[in-house]
């Protein structure tokens, strides 16, 4: 099937404390973008990736880092989170940027 | 700056009505707007994509219309089922950009 994973699906740790949130998709895709979505603010993108090893910056890129060393996989890193990034998050990827976006489950972030 | 507007930001019918959400854009100047569907604890499922230069795409009891010029769009959904509540989404994607903005959906109930 079709598809992207995203793990954890749901997550509470503290505030400084590493994590990783990994997205795979088994569509052979290009295109592979993290968005988080808070209410009031809606949908907004933190980093995309065009292709292998190719990321850059989205509109709330702070505290987030990416990488793209495999086509299929496109980890968000959280160095040292903090309250603010409390949010639930979703992944995403398509064949061209332009093309249709499929997305992931979402994984909601709790930081205390 | 591209922003999407979406109006009402809840919606609430009896089963079987016809009904209309309607999206808008600022910018004209876009490549293409994309419909989905989120549901509660769920990502989002893409309905319909509908490139600048269509007019109207359809799949099922759904029809996306698109007036690029006015900056609007409209998601029809025919003979509405309890099954379709459900928060819809509207995002766009302008000339020359990778990313899609989103509008901060409507959130339609369909009642028994």
């Known amino acids: 099937e079709a598809q992207v994973t995203q793990n954890p699906r749901y997550l509470i740790t503290v505030t400084g404390k590493k994590l990783t949130v990994t997205c795979s998709q088994n569509?052979?895709?290009?295109?592979m973008s993290w968005y988080r979505q808070d209410p009031g603010l809606g949908l907004r993108q933190i980093y995309y990736s065009m292709n292998v090893e190719v990321t850059d910056k989205g509109d709330v890129p702070e505290g987030y880092k990416v990488s793209r060393k495999e086509k299929r996989n496109f980890p968000l890193i959280l160095e040292s989170p903090s309250p603010n990034q409390t949010s639930l998050y979703f992944c995403a990827s398509s064949w061209k940027y332009t093309d249709t976006q499929y997305f992931g489950p979402g994984t909601r972030l709790t930081v205390l | 700056k591209q922003e999407v507007t979406q109006i009402p930001a809840a919606l609430s019918v009896p089963e079987g009505e016809n009904l209309v959400l309607n999206c808008s854009f600022t910018d004209s100047a876009i490549y293409n707007l994309q419909w989905f569907r989120q549901d509660p604890g769920k990502g989002l499922t893409s309905l319909l994509l509908i490139q600048s230069s269509q007019r109207e795409q359809t799949s099922g009891r759904l029809n996306a219309s698109l007036d690029k010029s006015s900056g609007r769009s409209t998601l029809y959904i025919a003979a509405s089922q309890p099954g379709d509540s459900a928060t819809y989404l509207c995002a766009v994607r302008n000339q020359g950009a990778q990313k899609l903005v989103f509008g901060q959906g409507t959130r339609l109930t369909i009642n028994p």
């Open positions: 569509m052979n895709h290009e295109y």
